[in-house]
Nanobody, 124 residues
Framework: HVQLVESGGGSVQTGGSLRLSCATS????????LAWFRQAPGKEREGVGA???????FYADSVKGRFTIYRDNAKNTLDLQMNSLKPEDTAMYYC???????????????????WGQGTQVTVS
């Protein structure tokens, strides 16, 4: 079992920045895909971005150029740097873990094995 704990959420004005962090209990062997998802009230959960053990990254079109994922296997952490935030970025953000070295462009938004409890981001 892998535990994931998010932190760093909060309230920010439009155009501002936030950095989310996710601490994982996974083995530091990098053989897994890590991702960020978000869910706004009344909407389905959507993938924000993912990073594989090979450091390949995938992002939702809505956040490309604004959000960046960072992964530190030695520290077992996953960060999400969010810049130029918009009100539509308001959501609960979750980190997720999936077994397997690669995230794959065609499947990075599904099949995750473990999830964190989430951290709220509000942009006004």
């Amino acid at each position: 079992h892998v535990q994931l704990v998010e932190s760093g959420g909060g309230s920010v004005q439009t155009g501002g920045s936030l950095r989310l962090s996710c601490a994982t209990s996974s083995n530091p062997d990098s053989r897994y895909c890590l991702a960020w998802f978000r869910q706004a009230p009344g909407k389905e959960r959507e993938g924000v971005g993912a990073i594989g053990g090979d450091a390949s990254q995938f992002y939702a079109d809505s956040v490309k150029g604004r959000f960046t994922i960072y992964r530190d296997n030695a520290k077992n952490t996953l960060d999400l740097q969010m810049n130029s935030l918009k009100p539509e970025d308001t959501a609960m953000y979750y980190c997720a873990f999936r077994h397997g070295y690669y995230c794959y462009s065609e499947s990075w938004t599904r099949g995750y094995d473990y999830w964190g409890q989430g951290t709220q981001v509000t942009v006004s």
